[in-house]
């Protein structure tokens, strides 16, 4: 009985001395002889190196406590302020740190290299406590999102699971939750698991199988995403500027290793939009490839989500293709609409756009893009046909007034361009409008004063039905220079041959360096000066020879032309000066009958244009050779 109460006695003493031992040597003993037992305990349990930026501490408050401070983890995967480990109190009196315990204060934890977390044996670790809690942590996403303010607690049912998750964090002001379980970790075997993360109107669930292999964790399973708003879900996604859709669900089979996320049978739906698709992914989503296919869809609505979707990319390496059974764009429709990108380092490989536009227009645009910034340069090639072009241009709203409805039916473009948003530059370009065929190259500035510069060599065209679309332009103030050669030129049913011309553009006249007609009704014609289309005075000087005079005066509407003989050989050296209605004639002809002064005024406007009505002296002159000629 005596030996019982002593021992009774004893029990309680000797616990108080234990502790009082414990607290002497936590406040006396230097911990820092326990820093590489610890850094090496925890080291070996993450299978990862461990690195401690202060002193140790300890506490009894709760329990003995080691406190480690400014921990990493290797590859900064995981950082904390502190990690506080509460150990078993009889294993530390004899030694031993085996924790209880586990609290990370202000942990960092980046997913995006949680690939390098590996471990060749690809075996699970023993968890050894018995809780684990984070507190005010921040989660960094592989899509670069932040998470803050998390709260997290583990509660293992054994070393090897199973295992209750559940937590909280904040980003954006909302609150996010997460009840997690996961099954026992057998080496060698997969453990079933179940995630659910709801906040800021958002469901996510994810439910199937992790695995530890040798390149680290591997998940598989079906992931589901659901929200009320379809562009809060979109702008979580990254895809900001979306329209409203409404309700959004989005489903796929996700795989996730080392650092690789797929997405397979994916499919997105939000009201009458459904896109399906495919994603493999890697290096923090930066490279990879993304195949989607899309229903019908709103193209105006979606402009600024796809400005900033490629805008604001910094894909290291990764390709997307993209394609629509139809696209809605101002009231018409685009069909087979596809777009094959390459994003490399912010720039933009257009591997192909090609797509069915009214007017039965199909359009290919191959090339790339040397900036995704505010101005992006386009470098490339365009491939354009056309059955009906005025559809393609009334749909894109430039309406083509004051052409006749026969005009702008069918086009063949082949060019190489470049654009910045303001200069448009093609090296050279095939066109075939219509009848005629036309080569060259030229420079466009769209700027408040427009300005362009073209050399074109063309086979046949008729002027007159794009005479006002010319004048509108140098009414607008279009600037810039042109170099025309062409081999048949029609104007007003006038046919002109091996036409070479050569002008300066300053908005509403043109400034003639040559103007060269090898043949018109039997003449050869020269000129230079000024044309002026917007009725003020004109200036210009020519030369005209003809063994045809017959054909020539006809041609201006003369009644003595029937009475000329039609070898009559002239020669004339003159000026025009004068609105292009009424313009004087000046000069000097040279005919059989000698050298006559050239008067009279000529028409070259209007309805009635060209005509020609002779002065005094001209008029004797044409009698003369009328006479002659009877």
Known sequence: ??????????????????????????????????????????????????????????????????????????????????????????PLLLGRLEPRTIVLVSPRLRLATLAGWRASSGEWPAVPFERL????????????????????????????????????????????RMETTLGRAETGRPAGFAAKLQGDGIDLSLAGAVNRGSEGLEILGPLRLSAADGAKLLTRLGIVAAPALGPATLEAKLAWSAGRLSLSDLTFEAGALRVTGQANLAESLTAGEVQLVFSRVELEAWQGALAGLLGGASARDLSLVLSADALSFRGGLIRQARADIRLLDRQMALRELSALAPGG?????????????????????????????????????????????????????????????????????????????????????????????????????TLDPYQALVASGLAAGVSGTISVSADLLTWQGIGLRDVDIEANLAGPSIDLRRFRVAEAAGARFAATGRLALDGTASDLSFDLTTDRSSDLLRLFGNSEAANLARN??????????????????????????????????????????????PGAELRRLVESLGARGR
């Open 361 to 461: 227009t199909e359009v290919t645009l191959f090339g790339r893009v040397s900036s995704l910034g505010q101005r992006p340069v386009y470098e490339g090639e365009i491939d354009l046909v056309s059955d009906n072009l005025r559809i393609a241009l009334a749909w894109l709203g430039l309406e083509p007034v004051g052409i006749a409805p026969d005009r702008l039916r069918r086009i063949g473009l082949s060019a190489r361009l470049s654009f910045d948003g303001e200069r448009l530059t093609v090296p050279s370009f095939d066109l075939k409008l219509d009848t005629s065929r036309m080569l060259g190259s030229g420079n466009l500035m769209l700027t408040p004063s427009p300005r362009v510069d073209l050399r074109v060599a063309i086979d046949r065209v």
């Open 568 to 613: 009559a050989a002239i020669a004339v050296a003159g000026r025009l000066q004068g609105a292009l209605s009424e313009m004087a004639l000046s000069g000097a002809i040279v005919s059989p009958e000698g050298t006559t002064p050239l008067d009279g005024t000529v028409n070259l406007a209007g309805s009635t244009a060209p005509s020609f009505e």
């Open 133 to 176: 809690e984070v507190v005010d942590g921040v989660l960094e996403t592989i899509g670069g999102q932040v998470i803050d303010q998390v709260a997290l607690a583990v509660v293992p049912g054994s070393p090897a699971g199973p295992f209750d998750i559940r937590g909280s964090g904040r980003r954006d002001g909302e609150t996010f």
């Open 1 to 90: 009985m005596r030996a019982r109460r002593r021992r009774r006695r004893w029990g309680p003493i000797l616990a108080i001395l234990s502790f009082a031992f414990l607290f002497a040597a936590g406040s006396q003993l230097d911990l820092d002889t326990f820093r590489g037992r610890a850094v090496d305990a925890v080291s070996v349990w993450l299978d990862q190196p461990v690195t401690l930026g202060g002193r140790l501490g300890f506490r009894l408050s709760d329990g003995p406590t080691l406190v480690l401070p400014d921990l990493e983890v290797g590859g900064r995967v995981l950082t904390a302020r502190e990690a506080r480990i509460g150990v078993r109190f009889w």
